[in-house]
């Protein structure tokens, strides 16, 4: 099993080397080199998620890895559980029961356990920029794990109360910065470290890494191995596209998915060329449902080097949503069913109001995160979970640091 550059297919690199570089030395993505089909026996007779999981990723990494070894892998990085709800007329496939209460559990708590595995010697330290849910995801699922150690930054009184607690409670192998300035001053430090020579082993676990993208493929097929129809839509909820690109390889696996829904909020760049418009190139402007507030998505490469144009604008229905609307998506579930969900999830579920097909909707994260918001919708905030609330008691260790890569790199010294 090869991977190649979405700029240059010539050039082909194993899962190891992919996963390790994140990004290609050409700028490119890492996209398979040909996609292993899925029998349908595979999903339909699966026992267990993490049976399943096992099956459906060992020819992805069979080359490097095990079945044994992948199978205890995947049960650790998945150990906990997805359900399927019926809303209305929609199934919601609920991402949002891992640690940090959102689908990117998935992702890091696997690529995690992949680099573990591939780090033998030498511990590698993963930088993470982050300005909301990726970063405790990542904090979280990269921690305690003997061969890595991870940074992760964000934007000092930039993220939400309850997105900082996330970020700065203890955590083993893991340090937190709150770096005075941006956003874009996190990314920028992170990329100047690691394209300069430091004298550091590094990576990154940004968004674009092919590991994080093989494990969400499989809650797709296991939705599909919970109901009865033949064929259904899939609605999901985008920002980077990063889910949505996991769910066209489950598609490209075998998967018998009629049509997609891209649900956007009002960066809506993806939408509008999925309607015959130009690449998405838009600054983000900020909405309610702010972990899909990206305006270049950079899976949008990965997606047009998996199908041509027509084939996407075919395959693909897009679907915009302003806050307004996502207010009321959130009221119209809940009095119509009692299902409060999050602003992300509401999104999606505004895009298949009366649709006429079976459609499974990905809920990615946990209402209990955005209180504000469900305030706003509902008059009353969600139940808390014990997840969040028990944070409050843990101990933190979070330390200050100036927008410079000089900075990280002498704090990074001084941790190694
Ligand atoms: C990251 C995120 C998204 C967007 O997912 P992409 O893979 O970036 O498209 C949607 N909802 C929530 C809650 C997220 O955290």
């Excluded at 700028?27 to 292993?36: A, D, R």
């Excluded at 203890?170 to 300035?181: H, I, S």
């Excluded at 505004?350 to 006429?356: E, I, N, T």
Aim: a neutral charge; aromatic letters at 8%; charged letters at 20%.
């Amino acid at each position: 099993m090869w991977y190649v550059s979405t700029r240059d297919a010539s050039q082909t690199v194993s899962f190891p080397l992919a996963l390790i570089n994140g990004l290609a030395p050409d700028g490119g993505l890492y996209i398979p080199k040909s996609i292993p089909e899925v029998h349908p026996t595979v999903w339909k007779n699966a026992s267990s998620f993490s049976e399943m999981a096992t099956e459906i990723l060992l020819p992805w990494v069979s080359d490097h890895i095990k079945p044994d070894e992948l199978a205890s892998l995947l049960a650790q990085a998945l150990n906990f559980p997805v359900s399927l709800v019926k809303v209305g007329d929609a199934w919601v496939l609920e991402l949002f029961h891992g640690p940090t209460l959102s689908f990117k559990d998935f992702g890091a708590r696997t690529m995690a356990r992949f680099m573990n595995y591939f780090v033998k010697d030498d511990p590698l330290t993963i930088l993470v920029a982050t300005s909301g849910d990726t970063g405790s995801a990542v904090a979280d699922g990269f921690s305690n794990l003997p061969n890595l150690r991870v940074a992760v930054l964000y934007p000092k009184e930039q993220v939400s109360p309850i997105q900082e607690r996330q970020l700065i409670v203890r955590r083993k192998g893991v340090r937190a910065f709150a770096v005075e300035g941006t956003f874009d001053d996190c990314q920028a430090m992170v990329k100047q470290l690691l394209t300069s020579p430091s004298g550091l082993r590094l990576s990154s676990a940004n968004s674009i890494n092919v590991g994080r993208l093989l494990p969400q493929m499989l809650y797709y097929f296991w939705a599909f191995s919970k109901t009865p129809w033949g064929l259904a839509d899939v609605c999901v909820p985008s920002g980077n596209l990063g889910n949505l690109t996991a769910a066209v390889l489950a598609y490209l696996s075998g998967l018998p998915v009629r049509k997609f829904i891209a649900a956007h909020n009002l960066n809506d760049g993806f939408p509008r060329f999925l309607c015959g418009g130009a690449d998405p190139s838009d600054d983000s402007i900020q909405t309610l449902s702010n972990a899909m507030d990206v305006g270049r998505p950079s899976n949008f490469e990965r997606l047009k080097s998996l199908l041509d144009v027509n084939e996407l604008r075919i395959l693909i229905q897009g679907h915009s949503c302003s806050d307004s609307r996502t207010l009321k998506s959130i009221q119209t579930i809940y009095s119509e069913t009692g299902y409060i969900a999050d602003p992300h999830t509401a999104v999606g579920l505004d895009a298949v109001q009366g649709s006429q097909y079976p459609v499974i909707v990905a809920a990615t994260a946990h209402p209990a995160k955005f209180p504000g918001t469900i305030k706003q919708a509902l008059g009353f905030s969600p139940e808390p979970v014990d997840k969040l609330t028990l944070l409050e008691e843990k101990p933190i260790r979070v330390q200050p640091l100036e927008a410079h890569h000089e900075a990280l790199r002498s704090q990074l010294k001084y941790w190694l």
